[in-house]
């Protein structure tokens, strides 16, 4: 081997571990933030639990706290970490009532729930219904509404999990049907 063939192999071997040293760096930075973002879902997720073991003992369903629908809170976690940190703070009440104000803004924009909504269009018809129909129905009789195809089937799923409604499989397809409170 020469000096210059063995000059030329250091110089690709320096290149080389600078290259995996930068690459390693990166991949670290990388998973810093990807710790960081895992720890503020883990912080929030626990606020979640918390919240659901303390009210889960109300037997008045209307008691509990309730999340606005059109409150976009995933985006807003990953946007801004400190908006998300600051939720988890306990509510503003207001003076006059005593509410909290989402509570009170809540009570403006109530909707029937999609599970109820689907079990009323349910109720109508004897024979199994796809999850696509249902749907279907639904955009037509609450054009306010707009679930996703998945969001029906889940909910659907929910459902039957529930033992509010049956699932039927005809060959690929998945129907479902209410369970009628006398044929149990």
């Known amino acids: ?16 571990a600078a290259s995996d040293l930068e690459e390693n760096r990166r991949r670290q930075q990388e ?5 960081t973002v895992l720890k503020q879902e883990e912080a929030l997720l626990a606020d979640i639990l ?6 889960e003992n109300f037997a008045d369903a ?3 706290p309730e999340q606005l629908q059109d409150e976009p809170v995933a985006a807003e976690a990953e946007q801004a970490p400190a908006k998300a940190a600051s939720r988890r703070t306990a509510p503003v009440k207001t003076a006059a009532s005593g509410k909290t104000a989402k509570a009170g803004a809540k009570e403006k924009s109530r909707q029937p729930l999609l599970g109820d909504l689907l079990v009323d269009l349910l109720a109508k018809y004897d024979e199994p219904r796809l999850a ?12 306010d509404r707009n679930p996703t195809p998945q969001v029906v089937r889940n909910t659907l ?7 509010r409604i ?9 129907m479902y049907t209410l369970v009628k409170p006398d044929s149990d």
């Open 1 to 16: 081997m020469t000096s210059q063939s063995a000059a030329t192999l250091r110089t690709r071997y320096v290149a080389q």
């Open 31 to 35: 998973l810093a933030e990807r710790i």
């Open 50 to 55: 918390n919240l659901a073991e303390r009210y």
């Open 62 to 64: 209307s008691r509990l």
């Open 132 to 143: 696509k129909e249902l749907r279907d129905e639904l955009l037509g009789k609450h054009p």
């Open 157 to 163: 799923e929910s459902l039957v999990a529930k033992g």
């Open 166 to 174: 049956r699932r039927h499989k005809q060959q690929r397809s998945v």
